[in-house]
């Protein structure tokens, strides 16, 4: 297991329940905690599972999966 399949997973936890407090403290709308759940659960999957970037790669005719992973944060931040 490489270091980054254990340091993402446990980062994005972190950052998952931060958003939470933040919530609850009401600093972040519930749509904003969701949205960046959802992403970073990404981050969780892709770093624990690297080969499936290369499928969903494929699925939109890209050829490798960190072209793919490249090109959907550039997405998410546009």
């Known amino acids: 297991m490489l270091l980054y399949s254990i340091?993402?997973?446990i980062i994005s936890i972190l950052a998952i329940l931060w958003f939470f407090y933040r919530y609850l403290k009401e600093k972040q709308?519930?749509?904003?905690?969701?949205?960046?759940t959802i992403l970073w659960l990404f981050v969780i999957f892709f770093?624990?599972?690297?080969?499936?970037?290369?499928r969903f790669a494929k699925?939109?005719?890209?050829?490798?999966?960190?072209?793919?992973?490249?090109?959907?944060?550039?997405?998410?931040?546009?």
């Open 7 to 9: 340091i993402f997973p």
């Open 47 to 54: 770093s624990i599972f690297p080969s499936y970037s290369e």
């Open 59 to 78: 699925l939109f005719g890209i050829t490798r999966g960190l072209d793919f992973i490249i090109i959907v944060v550039f997405v998410v931040l546009f």
């Open 29 to 36: 709308s519930l749509a904003t905690v969701i949205l960046w």
